[in-house]
C-alpha cells in the first residue's frame, strides 16, 4: 500500500525566506505527482503536476522536484509572502490512474 | 459558472438518515472521485468514476453508494449515515491520467 509523508508537518517563517517542503513515498510505481494548497475551510488548489517522467516543474515562485527512483519530491517556495501561508498536500497517482494518494500535508506560516 | 461545483456546502442530518452529496463539473471530465478528510487520516478516496456509468470502489467504500448517469453530475448517497461518517467530503475531476486534478470546494457533514 501506497504511503505518502510529508515533514515538516508544520513551519513557521519570516516573509522572504526560501524554502522547501518535502514528500516521500514508499511505492515508486507512480504515474505522477501533484502539489496541492489547502487555505483553512477551504478545497484543494492544484499547483503543479509532475509526470513520472520529467524531474521538475515550474510556476512562478514554485518549482517542484520528483526523484521517482528514491520517492522524494520536493516543493521550492521562493521569496516567500504571507499570502503564502497554508497547507501543502503532495498526492501520487498509482499507475492505474485511479487511486491518488495523499500525504498529510506542511501546515505554512509566513510572518510579515 | 465553470468548474466544479458541490452542494450543500453544510449539512448537518440525524444518524439513520439518508442523506446525497452532489458534485458538478462543466469540463466534461472523463474521471471524478469523492474524497473525505480528517484529522489524523487525511485525505481518502471513497469512491471514484471512469466514465459515466463506470464506477469503483477506493479505499473506503462502506455505507456509501455513488452512481454516475450523466458525465458532469456524480452523487455520494449515505444509505444510513453514522457518527463516524462526520467529515468533510471532496469532489474531484480529471480529464485524464496524465492531466491535473481539481477539487471541489467541499461539503463539510455533521452526523448527529
Excluded at chain 1, 501506497?2 to 508537518?9: K, M, N, R, Y
Excluded at chain 1, 501533484?34 to 517522467?53: A, E, V
Excluded at chain 2, 438518515?17 to 481518502?44: A, E, K
Excluded at chain 2, 459515466?52 to 455513488?66: C, F, L, R, S, W
Amino acid at each position: 500500500k501506497q504511503e505518502v509523508t510529508q515533514i515538516p508537518a508544520a513551519l513557521s517563517v519570516p516573509e522572504g525566506e526560501n524554502l522547501v517542503l518535502n514528500c516521500s513515498f514508499t511505492d515508486s510505481a507512480i504515474y505522477n505527482l501533484q502539489w496541492f494548497r489547502q487555505d483553512p475551510g477551504k478545497g484543494l488548489t492544484s499547483l503543479l503536476l509532475i509526470q513520472s517522467s520529467q524531474r521538475e516543474q515550474t510556476s512562478g515562485r514554485l518549482n517542484a522536484s520528483l526523484d521517482k527512483s528514491s520517492g522524494r519530491s520536493t516543493l521550492y517556495i521562493a521569496a516567500s509572502q504571507p499570502g503564502d501561508s497554508a497547507t501543502y498536500l503532495c498526492a501520487v497517482l498509482n499507475n492505474a490512474g485511479n487511486m491518488l494518494t495523499f500525504g498529510g500535508g506542511t501546515r505554512l506560516m509566513v510572518k510579515p | 459558472d465553470a468548474g466544479i461545483t458541490q452542494s450543500p456546502r453544510y449539512k448537518i442530518t440525524e444518524t439513520g438518515r439518508q442523506v446525497t452529496l452532489m458534485c458538478h463539473q462543466t469540463w466534461s471530465h472523463s474521471y471524478m472521485f469523492w474524497y473525505r478528510q480528517d484529522l489524523g487520516h487525511g485525505l481518502r478516496l471513497i469512491y471514484y468514476s471512469a466514465a459515466a456509468d463506470i464506477t469503483d470502489k477506493g479505499e473506503v467504500p462502506d455505507g456509501y453508494v455513488v452512481s454516475r448517469s450523466k458525465t458532469e453530475n456524480f452523487p455520494l448517497t449515505l444509505e444510513s449515515a453514522t457518527r463516524s461518517q462526520t467529515s468533510v467530503y471532496f469532489c474531484a475531476s480529471r480529464q485524464g491520467i496524465n492531466t491535473e486534478a481539481f477539487f471541489g470546494q467541499g461539503t463539510r457533514l455533521t452526523v448527529v
